[in-house]
C-alpha cells in the first residue's frame, strides 16, 4: 500500500506557484520545495513522480493566471489594445511567470509564422477580435498581431526584466501609434 500523501496536490502547487512568482523557475527544486511546505521533499513524490511532472502542471496553472489577464483586454472597448496592455501588465505584475512562458529558450525554434498560435492558447479570439474591431483579412489580422507582438513583447520585455518599467500611459501611447501606422499601410495596400 502507497503511502498516505502528506500535502494535497492543491496545497504542493500553490506553494510551488509562490516559489515561481517570488524567485523563479530555477529556485523551484525538491528541497526547497520541501522546505517551503515544512517538510521534506519526499511527501511532494506522492502526489508527484517527478519535478518535470509538477512543472508541466504549474505551467498550466500559469497559463491560466495569463488567460485571466488576456480576457481583461479582450473586454476591453478596444480589445486588440485591451491585449496588447494587458501583456504588459501581466509580464510588469508577474514577471517570473511571465519569463516561463515567453522567456525561456526553447530547443524546437519555430517559424516566426508559427509562434503565435504555439505559445498562445488565446490565438484564435485575438485573431477574431481584429478582424472584428478593424474588418480586415484573415491574413492581414494575422500580420498585424505578429507586427504588434513582436513590437509589445519587447515592451513587456523590458517590464519583466525590469530593464526598464514603462507606465500605463506610455505604453497605451506605443501600441496606439504602432497599431495606427500598421492599420494605415494595410488600409491604403501597403502591406499586404
Not at 11 to 32: H, K, N, P, V
Not at 36 to 55: C, D, H, N, Y
Not at 80 to 85: A, D, L, N, Q, Y
Request: net charge negative; proline share 4%; glycine share 4%.
Amino acid at each position: 500500500m502507497p503511502p498516505k500523501a502528506k500535502f494535497t496536490k492543491n496545497q504542493i502547487t500553490d506553494t510551488a506557484l509562490e516559489i515561481l512568482r517570488s524567485q523563479g523557475i530555477e529556485y523551484l527544486t525538491a528541497r526547497a520545495l520541501g522546505k517551503a511546505l515544512g517538510s521534506s521533499s519526499r511527501p511532494i513524490f506522492t502526489v508527484f513522480q517527478s519535478m518535470e511532472e509538477l512543472k508541466d502542471v504549474l505551467i498550466e496553472r500559469i497559463k491560466i493566471i495569463y488567460h485571466e489577464y488576456i480576457q481583461e483586454g479582450l473586454n476591453d472597448p478596444l480589445p486588440f489594445k485591451g491585449v496588447g496592455m494587458s501583456y504588459v501588465k501581466f509580464a510588469k505584475e508577474e514577471p517570473n511567470y511571465f519569463n516561463i512562458l515567453f522567456a525561456t529558450c526553447r530547443e524546437d525554434i519555430p517559424n516566426v509564422e508559427y509562434i503565435l498560435p504555439m505559445i498562445d492558447d488565446n490565438y484564435e479570439a485575438i485573431i477574431n477580435s481584429i478582424k472584428a474591431s478593424y474588418q480586415l483579412s484573415d491574413l492581414l489580422s494575422i500580420k498585424l498581431y505578429r507586427h504588434l507582438w513582436i513590437y509589445t513583447h519587447g515592451i513587456a520585455t523590458l517590464c519583466a526584466s525590469k530593464l526598464y518599467l514603462f507606465n500605463e500611459e506610455e505604453v497605451s501611447q506605443m501600441i496606439t501609434e504602432i497599431a495606427k501606422s500598421l492599420l494605415r499601410a494595410m488600409k491604403e495596400g501597403k502591406i499586404q
